[in-house]
């Protein structure tokens, strides 16, 4: 059973750069797409971005120009940068797993982690 | 402003049949299959119905999925209090090449 866990600060200032990792246990990141996933109370459930394990990314086109997605498969980890930040990126953030591409079949999630930015 | 279109609550009584609509476009629900999330207060959103209506392993079979063009639906039978939580629709988007979701469905059991 796969298991994933989002870890990183819990608040960013504004302007700053959001980093979180991901690792992932119980399982390969061979053939799987590796996606972060946003929860904030005024914009739902929103996709941010996901990365292949061979390293393809695709990105949400209204976040693409902050976004950057990296992925470690010798440390089974993979990683969110999200630049430039404001009030409107305070969430919790999810990394989640999906077996295709062109897909929004999230099998397994992790917990989630509550960032921040304050005012 | 979600690009999947979900009523924001909906309620019944246990042991009553519930529906959950989803609707989307021709860019999505029309040409990609749909997802299903529950999501108790406080924590991940878990996997209900996949590809239109594939329950995963350990899924009650209370729950069903369809679609139709660019509608899906939700449907919970046998309607038990630990169903009360959020839902949400999910699919791909092939114009925004994106995963989008619906903006949840809150479910409470009278």
């Known amino acids: 059973q796969v298991q994933l866990r989002e870890s990183g600060p819990g608040q960013v200032k504004p302007s700053e750069t959001l980093s979180l990792t991901c690792t992932v246990s119980g399982g390969s990141v061979s053939g799987h797409y590796w996606s972060w996933i946003r929860q904030s109370p005024g914009r739902g459930l929103e996709w941010i971005g996901y990365?292949?394990?061979?390293?393809?990314?695709v990105y949400n086109s209204s976040l693409k120009s902050r976004v950057t997605i990296s992925i470690d498969t010798s440390k089974t980890q993979f990683s969110l940068k999200l630049n430039s930040v404001t009030t409107a990126d305070t969430a919790v953030y999810y990394c989640?797993?999906?077996?295709?591409?062109?897909?929004?079949?999230?099998?397994?999630w992790g917990q989630g982690t509550l960032v921040t930015v304050p005012s | 402003q979600s690009v999947l279109t979900q009523p924001p609550s909906t309620s019944g009584t246990p042991g009553q049949r519930v529906s959950i609509s989803c609707s989307g476009s021709t860019s999505n629900l029309g040409s990609n299959s749909v997802n299903w999330y529950q999501q108790f207060p406080g924590t991940a959103p878990k996997v209900l119905i996949s590809n239109n209506n594939q329950r995963p392993s350990g899924v009650p079979d209370r729950f069903s999925g369809s679609k139709s063009g660019t509608s899906a639906s939700l449907a919970i039978s046998g309607l038990q209090s630990e169903d009360e939580a959020d839902y949400y629709c999910?699919?791909?988007?092939?114009?925004?090449?994106?995963?989008?979701f619906g903006g949840g469905t809150k479910l409470t059991v009278l």
């Open positions: 999910s699919s791909w988007d092939d114009s925004l090449n994106g995963a989008v």
């Open positions: 990365i292949h394990y061979n390293g393809n990314t």
């Open positions: 989640a797993r999906s077996s295709s591409s062109w897909s929004a079949n999230f099998d397994s």
